[in-house]
């Protein structure tokens, strides 16, 4: 039986960064993953992250739960026929409802083959503290993603004050009693507590579950032309200027006097610059409400 982890957490809260500390920690075991990633937008940058001997599945262009159960069971079918691999992970959008992302993996065609360990949620733990000012969808889908998890990552500890820190894991246990909760910064996560796991996720507690809390979120992709460049000042400024219903983006800038597109991540009001040494395709994607509104940056 291959074990399967399903990877839930609202957008930015760091999922690849457990799946990343996960790849390498199930290496130094001998262990063989597959990765299925599911991403909102048409391009997934995660991906890239992601050594070439890896079995991977991509799911593109919309959530896991909405593409259907049929479009999950196919790319399953198709890990288990082409490749070899111990256990399967699956990153889910952070827009996905985690039960109803793991009601697609089961099906009767893996009840051998797969052992379902369960959901593990990673948590944005500022953003949680800071919940109160979300659209009522989004605090909504955030607390299911809590409340279903059969382990739970309270993350970016760095972030927050030892009292604060305190606070984040007794309300989260409040919400869900029955679940681990591991304090982490960068989603460094022992793979041992992913192994503790008791495939405790069954059929029958998902169809008992609230379904329903899913948000339809939007993606938008910016493709910026070759003469365009920015300051990284002036973009950060644009930055500044958008509404929180903006809530994650990710992609290549073509930053002035910098030889190639800077990777650039922004997650609930932090930003994050990483040189790159290949040359990528400069582009942005942004994901949130009403994305297709927003006015773009000016180089
Ligand atoms: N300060 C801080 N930043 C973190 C931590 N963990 C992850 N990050 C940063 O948060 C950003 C988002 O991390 P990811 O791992 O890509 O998050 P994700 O959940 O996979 O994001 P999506 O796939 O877009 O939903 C990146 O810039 C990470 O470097 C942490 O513990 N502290």
């Given at each position: 039986m291959k074990d399967v982890y399903l990877f839930s957490g609202f957008l930015g809260s760091g999922k690849t960064t457990l799946l990343m500390n996960t790849i390498r920690q199930l290496k130094e075991q001998n262990l063989k993953p597959a990765i299925i990633m599911n991403e909102l937008g048409a391009l997934n940058f995660d991906s890239q992250a992601i050594e070439e001997n890896i079995p991977l599945k991509e799911m593109l262009n919309g959530c896991i739960c909405c593409t259907g159960a049929e479009k999950t069971e196919a790319q399953i079918q198709s890990l288990l026929a082409d490749s070899e691999f111990d256990v399967l992970i699956i990153e889910t959008t952070g827009a996905a409802h985690p039960v109803e992302a793991l009601d697609a993996v089961y099906s009767p065609l893996f009840a051998n083959e797969l052992n379902i360990k369960g959901i593990v949620t990673v948590a944005d733990s500022k953003r949680w503290l800071e919940r109160e000012g979300m659209s009522i969808q989004t605090r909504s889908l955030f607390l299911e993603q809590i409340r279903h998890a059969h382990l739970i990552l309270a993350n970016k500890m760095d972030l927050l004050t030892e009292s604060e820190r305190a606070k984040v894991t007794f309300e989260m246990q409040n919400i869900n009693s029955h679940a681990l909760i591991i304090q982490t910064t960068n989603a460094s996560l022992p793979i041992k507590y992913l192994q503790r796991l008791q495939a405790t996720a069954r059929p029958a507690s998902i169809q008992q579950a609230t379904i329903g809390e899913h948000l339809h979120l939007g993606s938008r992709l910016v493709t910026f032309n070759s003469e365009e460049s920015f300051t990284q000042e002036k973009f950060e400024e644009w930055i500044k200027t958008?509404?929180?219903?903006?809530y994650r983006m990710k992609g290549f800038v073509p930053i002035e006097g910098i030889r190639n597109p800077m990777l650039f991540q922004y997650a609930y009001g932090l930003t994050q610059w990483l040189p790159e040494y290949v040359k990528m395709e400069p582009n942005l994607v942004i994901i949130g409400e009403n994305v297709n509104e927003l006015e773009l940056p000016k180089a």
């Amino acid at each position: 039986m291959k074990d399967v982890y399903l990877f839930s957490g609202f957008l930015g809260s760091g999922k690849t960064t457990l799946l990343m500390n996960t790849i390498r920690q199930l290496k130094e075991q001998n262990l063989k993953p597959a990765i299925i990633m599911n991403e909102l937008g048409a391009l997934n940058f995660d991906s890239q992250a992601i050594e070439e001997n890896i079995p991977l599945k991509e799911m593109l262009n919309g959530c896991i739960c909405c593409t259907g159960a049929e479009k999950t069971e196919a790319q399953i079918q198709s890990l288990l026929a082409d490749s070899e691999f111990d256990v399967l992970i699956i990153e889910t959008t952070g827009a996905a409802h985690p039960v109803e992302a793991l009601d697609a993996v089961y099906s009767p065609l893996f009840a051998n083959e797969l052992n379902i360990k369960g959901i593990v949620t990673v948590a944005d733990s500022k953003r949680w503290l800071e919940r109160e000012g979300m659209s009522i969808q989004t605090r909504s889908l955030f607390l299911e993603q809590i409340r279903h998890a059969h382990l739970i990552l309270a993350n970016k500890m760095d972030l927050l004050t030892e009292s604060e820190r305190a606070k984040v894991t007794f309300e989260m246990q409040n919400i869900n009693s029955h679940a681990l909760i591991i304090q982490t910064t960068n989603a460094s996560l022992p793979i041992k507590y992913l192994q503790r796991l008791q495939a405790t996720a069954r059929p029958a507690s998902i169809q008992q579950a609230t379904i329903g809390e899913h948000l339809h979120l939007g993606s938008r992709l910016v493709t910026f032309n070759s003469e365009e460049s920015f300051t990284q000042e002036k973009f950060e400024e644009w930055i500044k200027t958008l509404p929180n219903s903006v809530y994650r983006m990710k992609g290549f800038v073509p930053i002035e006097g910098i030889r190639n597109p800077m990777l650039f991540q922004y997650a609930y009001g932090l930003t994050q610059w990483l040189p790159e040494y290949v040359k990528m395709e400069p582009n942005l994607v942004i994901i949130g409400e009403n994305v297709n509104e927003l006015e773009l940056p000016k180089a």
